[in-house]
T-cell receptor, first 111, second 113 residues
Framework: KQEVTQIPAALSVPEGENLVLNCSFTDSAIYNLQWFRQDPGKGLTSLLLIQSSQREQTSGRLNASLDKSSGRSTLYIAASQPGDSATYLCAAHYNTDKLIFGTGTRLQVFP | DGGITQSPKYLFRKEGQNVTLSCEQNLNHDAMYWYRQDPGQGLRLIYYSQIVNDFQKGDIAEGYSVSREKKESFPLTVTSAQKNPTAFYLC????????????FGPGTRLTVL
């Protein structure tokens, strides 16, 4: 069964810290992996998409890596800010036309 | 502005009633999706459509119905057969189902009274 797991479920850090969010997937035959941000009561905003042939993608202070052999992806946030507080979701896309979502990591960055 | 709109933002339904949630996109995307989100759970796929006049069941299609008569529109009907419909519903679209980023609407929160 294809499953996606995110650890930790919640994370609270002081402003300025660099932090890593983890995403694990059980089936390494992914098509791509996406990271999303969700603010409370809102829809999802796409952050980064990594194709299966890529190892990482970067956008501003965000860097996402993909290791298919170990079934892992990480989202690195540099110099965290209170505005980064949100829930971060990863989703694996397999050749089944569907995204499999993790349950998310709820991040709080305090001043 | 290009994007996905959902309406209404909040919806209240009495037991036994059918309700329809609207989803419109002007991104010229072929694929559209409906997800359900419950507290503490990941998004679960209800239905998706690869192209106009075509749609497939997702993982939790029971009690829901959809139509895709226009490329821009993918309405979701929550029927009285759905036993636990209170949830946050999200619509998304992508260029096609085989890859590319999915873009999400702002969501509709449905509450059954």
């Amino acid at each position: 069964k294809q499953e996606v797991t995110q650890i930790p479920a919640a994370l609270s850090v002081p402003e300025g810290e660099n932090l890593v969010l983890n995403c694990s997937f059980t089936d390494s035959a992914i098509y791509n992996l996406q990271w999303f941000r969700q603010d409370p009561g809102k829809g999802l905003t796409s952050l980064l998409l990594i194709q299966s042939s890529q190892r990482e993608q970067t956008s501003g202070r965000l860097n996402a890596s993909l290791d298919k052999s170990s079934g892992r992806s990480t989202l690195y946030i540099a110099a965290s800010q209170p505005g980064d507080s949100a829930t971060y979701l990863c989703a694996a896309h397999y050749n089944t036309d569907k995204l499999i979502f993790g349950t998310g990591t709820r991040l709080q960055v305090f001043p | 502005d290009g994007g996905i709109t959902q309406s209404p933002k909040y919806l209240f339904r009495k037991e036994g009633q059918n309700v329809t949630l609207s989803c419109e996109q002007n991104l010229n995307h072929d694929a559209m999706y409906w997800y359900r989100q419950d507290p503490g759970q990941g998004l679960r796929l209800i239905y998706y459509s690869q192209i106009v006049n075509d749609f497939q069941k997702g993982d939790i299609a029971e009690g829901y119905s959809v139509s895709r008569e226009k490329k821009e529109s993918f309405p979701l009907t929550v029927t009285s057969a759905q036993k636990n419909p209170t949830a946050f519903y999200l619509c998304a679209s992508s260029i096609n189902v085989r890859g590319g980023t999915q873009y999400f609407g702002p969501g509709t929160r449905l509450t059954v009274l």
